[in-house]
């Protein structure tokens, strides 16, 4: 019987000529079973920190408890991927660390943009040598990486999922 809280997931999906039958019916911010899996996936920078959820490489992102997933897909897998990242490698309840949590009170804060990995340049100074930010770029850990909001032509560009709690 599904409840308010539930999302049926019986779904056919076709993804390069092959068919994949992903069944279960449970709450949304407690199902482990993936829902489904990307049909092609653009090229990502290699970035530490991700781990791969249902198909999708979710990280969390600065320290406010923001989620970033690589790519653009359907918004209940997403929630679904970074939920299980936020029990899995956080240990927390689901993605807000409220058991009563549903699908609406994640949905509003998660949002489709571009993005674009900075190396040594801020792309904004114009390669200016006293720019503050291109010398932080420049002198950071090996390990981390940032990345730049821009838009979908923006050379070097990827699809990503912000999710602002």
């Known amino acids: 019987m599904n409840t308010p809280s539930t999302v049926s997931r ?11 039958v992903a069944a279960a019916t449970a709450p949304l911010l407690s199902a482990d079973r993936p829902l489904a899996a990307t049909a092609s996936r653009p090229a990502f920078p290699e970035l530490d920190g991700f781990q791969e959820c249902y198909g999708i490489r979710v990280s969390y992102i600065g320290d406010d408890g923001a989620m970033i997933a690589l790519g653009h897909h ?53 390669d200016n040598p006293e720019c503050r930010e291109c010398h932080a770029l420049r002198n950071r850990p090996a390990e981390e990486w940032c990345l730049r909001w821009g838009i979908e032509r923006t050379p070097g560009s990827f699809p990503v999922m912000i999710w602002n709690g």
Not at 101 to 117: I, M
């Open 10 to 20: 019986r779904r056919l999906l076709r993804l390069a000529g092959a068919a994949l």
């Open 74 to 126: 359907d918004k209940r897998v997403v929630i679904a991927a970074m939920n299980r990242h936020a029990r899995t490698y956080c240990g927390l309840e689901n993605m807000l660390d409220d058991p009563r949590a549903g699908y609406h009170d994640v949905e509003r804060g998660l949002s489709e943009c571009w993005a674009v990995e900075l190396h040594d340049r801020c792309l904004e100074c114009g």
